[in-house]
Every structure is written in C-alpha cells, then in structure tokens.
C-alpha cells in the first residue's frame, strides 16, 4: 500500500492516566465559569460523577446537569438538548459518559455555535467553523469519541444513522481515566471494546489516498503515516486486554490496556476513518436494534477474509501485533491474524452469524444495498467493494462461516 503523508487532528489537551478526572475542573477553568454538563443517566447517580461535579464548584463555577439522553441519540432529542443549554448560556460543555453521551455533547457544541436544523451538518465538512469548547471524559473504553471529528445520530426521515463529520467537531480536551470504567457491565466492556478493536485495524487497513494540499482535505484521508502507529499500538493493547476485561472485570492493568487502546484506536481512525465492517453494522444495527460494537464486531472477521488478498502484509503484521506467532508466508500469517480476531470476538460472547441475532436470509441483499451506499465508509475500504462483494460478506456472515470468503 502506498503510504507517504500523514495528517492527524487531535484535541489540544490530551490527559490519560488512573486518577487524570481530577483535572477536570482545572481544564474547564481555560474556557470560562459556566459549565453545561452532559451526562449518561445513570452515571449522573455515581460517587465518581458527584465527585467530579463537585471539584467544578468548588470554585464558584457555574453548572447545568443534563441526563435526558437517550440511545442511538434521536435528532429531536439533541434539539431539546441544545435548547436548553442556550437558556443556560454555558462557556464551555462537558461531555461525561459513554459514546451517546460524548456524540450529544459535540452536537450540543454544534447548535449552540450555528443555527439549526442538525440536518445543515450531515455528511462531512458542513460545519462552517469552531464551535463552543468541549471537554470530552469517556467513561467506556471503545468508541474513541472523545478525540475524533465525528458524531453519528438517528434521523427518522432517514433508514440508516446518519454523521456529522468535521474538524471543527474535535473537542478541545479529553480527559480518560481507565478507573472511571470500572462497573461497566461485561456487556458494555465486551461490545465497546470490541468496537475500538475494529477502529484499531479497519484505520490500518483503510486505503491510503493522495490529496492535493492546496484544497480542503476530506475529514478522513485514509491510512497514513501519522495514524499507522496508533493504530498498531491500539491492536496490541486491545488485543492482549480485551478478554480479561470482559471475563476478570476487576483487572486494573487490562481495564488501563483497554482506555488507553480506545484512546489510540479513537487517534488513528479519526484521521483515517473506517470501513465495511461500519458500513455494513449500520442498516443491521437498524434492523435488529442490536448495540454498534456487537455488529461492528461480529462483522470484522468476515471483512477481513473477504478483503484479505488485498492486503496480506496488513493483515500480517496486525497478526504480528496479535501476538499469533505465525512464522510463515504472507498469507498464512494473514489467516492466522483473522483466526485471533475470530477468536477474541468469540471469547467475549459475540455472536457468530447474523442468524443469530434475528436477521433473515431475504434481508441480506437490502442490507447490502444501505450499506454500498455508506459511501464515506466504503470508499475507504482496501478493495473495491460493490454491492455484490458486500452481499458476499452478508451470506458467509449469516452461516457463520468465512470459508465461504476464501
């Protein structure tokens, strides 16, 4: 693959560490003394959270708690988000929770900057410039959201999730603390981190693009010099803490391994974007209404077989950092990387084909169709992918079995 620039856009501010939420309140002091706050619901009842809001006040700095955030972000719930926000007038959001909670905060950002309707932002490069400052804190260890330029919501004049993508859209700080996701239910570590496990290798097996400089970039280039290590270093540490996370969920150094792996896979793959395996979770997402990181994982293995003649040294050197042990050719060490990713998404109780989770063989060309037309995703995928490559993908998915791919 041909591999000679580099570009990456990242927060200002980027604090990782046990313990680093105590610089919450120090960071929102930089961007004013009113604070809009938005936070997972339940989260809001947490010691950890009352902890955090009250640093924010100690200092006399203003706050407006915001929970009424739902899954999958509905448009008009974002609308009623940021009206209420503007009656506050804050300076500065903090977005505090999983992937739904910190997706909300950039939109809220969006709105109070520019006017509605959200639907003038969809697609990429629609934000016409900053926004108001946000402090992005995940509390899950997958979706990267806190350093990435793009939010996914549901509009219900449209089928599929529909982005907002843009730079303007990176938060100003993030701020993880890998204790914050202890007491994630082993559901919640297994689909999340699976998540950011995709992230990690679908960013290193995007296709690379060249860009003429002179004009405005795409909000995801493709692979890249800047966002390969990232990428690498994302699979080793999701790939050797992912497990025990999910299995032993009082493991201090696998939960630490898997904040600090989202955070690199969210770097990697905001620069880059993603591919099939998103393009195709997001019409059965719809479909089966079942969590993003369980499609885009279940989806992975069948991706990587069908795209693997495409990009043998890839996948053997995201092998390598799986720790396969596979001395052999090219493509005995890209089968034996597919085999590890199949196998962790097995260990951590991912279904094995779409039958599993309520699809039926007649939906697959439908869901093939939505999916060819994600183009965002699926023109940064490593090979041509039509309509009938992906239906492909479909029918091995829905028996379980990536032979079919070979």
Known sequence: MQNTIGTMRLPGNVLFGNGASAAIAETLKEFGQRVFIVVDPFLATTDAFQEVKAAITAGGTATRVYTDIQPELPVDTLTAAART????????????????????????????SYPGPLSNYYGENAVPGPVLPLVAVPTTAGTGSEVTPVAVISDPERELKV?????????????????????????VTAHSGVDALVHAIESYTAAPFVHDWSKTLPVFVGRNLLSSPYSLEAVRK????LVTAVT???????????????????????ATGTHLSHALQYPIGALTKTPHGLGTGMMLPFVLQACAPGIPSELSTIGDALGTGCSGSAEDRAAAAIDAVERICLQIGLPKSLREIGIARED???????????????????????????????????????????
């Open 238 to 241: 999701i790939g050797g803490s």
């Open 248 to 270: 032993t969920p009082g493991d201090d150094l696998a939960r630490a391994d898997m904040a600090y792996g989202s955070l690199l896979a969210g770097m990697a793959f905001g």
């Open 163 to 187: 982005g907002i993508s843009s730079p303007h859209l990176v938060p100003s700080a993030a701020i993880v603390d890998p204790q914050l996701t202890f007491g994630a239910p082993a559901s």
């Open 364 to 406: 697959l060309p439908r869901i093939a169709e939505l999916a060819a037309s994600v183009k965002r995703l699926v023109s940064i995928a490593p090979v041509p992918a039509d309509v009938e490559f992906l239906q492909r993908i479909l029918e091995a998915a829905f028996e379980g079995d990536r032979n079919q791919l070979s």
């Open 85 to 112: 926000a503007a009656e506050f007038e804050p300076d500065v959001i903090l977005g505090y929770g999983g992937g739904s909670a910190l997706d909300a905060s950039k939109l809220v950002a969006l709105l109070l």
